[in-house]
């Protein structure tokens, strides 16, 4: 129970939260499958048959959630994460966002190596010259892994081609 004064997401927020999300992904997969032909054809299934059900799945047991949240948890004011926590939990999430980000547009060994020396330095209290060759180390560690160990191009950026790295 919510005790006097404290703040913080409600857990039945957070639940409810995440039942329409799952519901939403399961609608997606359903429509999906749709597309791709959800019925049953003379040679068998169509491509979206069987996914089509684990759509409908995903959305009976969103439906479920939703309304266990509702009599269970509404109303309540039971805290499912307090401030304090929850910005502990952002303190790595953000990051984590900006690392997607960085990547999509720079490419994984250069997001790789700045989220692990932004990592190092301002979560862990490193020196930027500690963090920093770290981050470069391992990302050319991952690069030497799996563009030359096993062939695996991975998302490359401006700079690697700046490098000649394609």
């Known amino acids: ?50 996914p089509f059900y684990i759509g409908l799945l995903i959305v009976f047991g969103s439906l479920v ?40 547009f720079l490419g994984l060994y250069v997001g790789t190596a700045l989220y692990i020396a932004g990592t190092m330095i301002f979560q862990g209290r490193y020196k930027w010259w500690v963090g920093l060759p770290v981050g470069i180390a391992v990302s050319l560690f991952f690069f030497v892994i799996f563009e030359i160990g096993f062939k695996v191009p991975l998302l490359k950026g401006p700079v690697e081609a700046w490098f000649g790295i394609y």
């Open 1 to 50: 129970m919510q005790e006097h004064g404290e703040k913080g997401l409600p857990r039945f927020v957070m639940e409810a939260g995440v039942a329409l999300l799952t519901g939403a992904f399961g609608v997606a997969v359903c429509y999906g499958s749709i597309e791709a032909g959800a019925g049953w054809t003379d040679m068998g299934p169509d491509a979206g048959y069987f």
């Open 65 to 104: 959630n939703l309304v266990q949240a509702l009599v269970k948890h509404r109303g309540s004011g039971e805290i499912f994460v307090d401030a304090a926590r929850f910005q502990a939990v952002l303190g790595f999430f953000l990051p984590l966002v900006a690392f997607a980000a960085v990547s999509t």
